[in-house]
């Protein structure tokens, strides 16, 4: 999670790391960073976050409602007859299988 720090604190691989700096941190170092007072909750604010953040698809949607799940670009049609397809055989530097 990202946290604003109040004071300047060095993280555990010895990077310094000014106060009003925004870093991303665990759970357990956001615990002993609050206990130092290097990084204070605002006011009225939670930092513990529940659930899916903003943008988040809505997780009781069907997934097959959604446009954007299905196979890539320049994935071969599903339907198609696999045996009618030039595309499918040996890779490159295969060798001859005759």
Do not use: C, N
Request: charge should be negative; charged fraction near 20%; aromatic fraction near 4%.
């Amino acid at each position: 999670m990202y946290v604003r720090l109040t004071v300047t604190w060095t993280d555990p691989f010895g990077l310094v790391h000014a106060a009003g700096d925004v870093v991303d941190i665990d759970a357990v170092t956001l615990a002993e960073l609050e206990e130092q007072g290097v990084v204070k909750d605002p006011e009225g604010k939670d930092t513990t976050q529940i659930g899916p953040g903003p943008g988040s698809p809505d997780p009781t949607a069907d997934p097959g409602d959604s446009p954007d799940i299905g196979p890539g670009p320049g994935a071969p049609d599903p339907t198609a007859d696999p045996d009618a397809s030039p595309d499918i055989g040996p890779g490159p530097g295969a060798p001859d299988p005759t």
